[in-house]
């Protein structure tokens, strides 16, 4: 009998304070809300909710302080174990947003708790996978990273915001099975990583232009030659490259997925990738523990891939982020 998957996700989490406004306030200026609204978010709470409502059993660690005990209780509420969450002296981290009336928005974030130093825990021995971001500290997402890898469980790292120039040179690609990205990411940490050795050299790769982003994630594949690399694209859908996965070329052989139709049109894309992340996390612990092994093939990967753009699809169409990830069980409605 094999256990049930765990995930765990070490990241951040927020007070969200959406504040109405008609323009974006400017330097010097005052000016009203007409609305103000108190959510739940940052990416680390984001995705093990969405692990969550994919069906997945997700364990976040992550900080608050008194002011934002509140958020790990909504996490709660969704079904991810929070017990080893920390509360701690800082305050929470914060998001100030300005919603304009024409979508526009300007963000203040303050990160508090999220950098505050936890005691370093073993990871659990049922944990099977690994599911980071970058709005903590780094140092504390690599401790988790290796002690990951040397456990032999599934890492998949979402590297957004952006690290540093130095902190992806030294990155240890080795210990990460997935990396996630979205397409602007993908050329940025391209461009830094390249620049690492200029060893390369890179001939133009004619098969597989007419998908977009193609080339540059397989110049990024080339980077880190041992982690699976998802690069999502917006409204295009998603993009993967496996390294096991080479056409009688030896190229990476695409697995793209075509963005999810949506009969009610974009409404808000934030928490797209978030929603995709997390349920890219859930498909492969669902699959793991069906088949008893981490070794996919592309039929597979194509299944959980197919979820994720589903989901992500439900998600663009309804307001908010943490709020408009769907449920497992509303996403399978739109597949049969
Ligand atoms: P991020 O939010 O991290 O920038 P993307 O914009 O690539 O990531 O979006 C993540 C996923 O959300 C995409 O792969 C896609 O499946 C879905 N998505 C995003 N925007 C749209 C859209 N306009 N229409 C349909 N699906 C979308
Ligand atoms: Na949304």
């Known amino acids: 009998m094999v256990n049930v998957p765990r995930c765990l996700v070490r990241g951040s989490i927020n007070v969200d304070e959406y504040f109405d406004v008609k323009d974006i306030a400017r330097p010097g200026e005052t000016i009203s809300s007409h609305g103000l609204a108190k959510r739940a978010g940052g990416k680390g709470a984001n995705q093990a909710v969405a692990v969550a409502k994919a069906g997945g059993q997700a364990d976040f660690v992550g900080a608050v302080g008194e002011d934002g005990l509140w958020t790990l209780d909504h996490l709660s509420e969704h079904g991810v174990n929070i017990a080893g969450s920390e509360r701690v002296s800082e305050l929470t981290g914060r998001a100030l947003i300005q919603v304009a009336e024409d979508g526009e928005n300007s963000i203040i974030l303050f990160k508090g708790a999220n950098y505050a130093k936890l005691p370093k825990k073993p990871i659990h021995p049922l944990t099977t996978h690994l599911l980071l971001q970058n709005e903590i500290s780094l140092d504390e997402s690599l401790f988790y990273l290796s002690e990951a890898a040397s456990l032999s469980l599934v890492t998949i790292f979402n590297p957004s915001p952006m690290p540093t120039t130095e902190e992806l040179k030294s990155f240890p690609w080795y210990q990460l099975t997935w990396l996630i990205v979205n397409e602007g990411e993908a050329a940025d940490m391209y461009r830094i990583l390249i620049s690492r050795t200029n060893a390369e050299q890179e001939t133009d790769v004619q098969a597989y232009t007419e998908i977009p982003a193609y080339s540059i994630t397989r110049k990024l594949l080339s980077q880190m030659p041992t982690t699976n690399v998802v690069c999502t694209l917006g ?68 299944a959980v891939m197919t979820r994720c753009v589903q989901a992500a699809g439900l998600c663009v169409q309804k307001p908010g982020a943490m709020a408009s990830i769907p449920l497992g069980t509303e996403v399978d409605i739109e597949t049969v």
């Not at 295009?236 to 390294?243: S, T």
């Not at 793209?256 to 928490?271: E, F, I, N, R, S």
């Open 235 to 302: 409204g295009r859908g998603v993009l993967a490259l496996l390294p096991s996965l080479r056409d009688s070329g030896g190229l990476p052989e695409p697995i793209y997925l075509p963005a999810a139709k949506l009969d009610k049109g974009v409404v808000d894309t934030t928490g797209a990738g978030d929603c995709f992340a997390g349920y890219m996390a859930a498909g492969l612990m669902n699959l793991q523990q069906e088949k008893g092994t981490k070794l996919l093939s592309k039929q597979d990967v194509i």
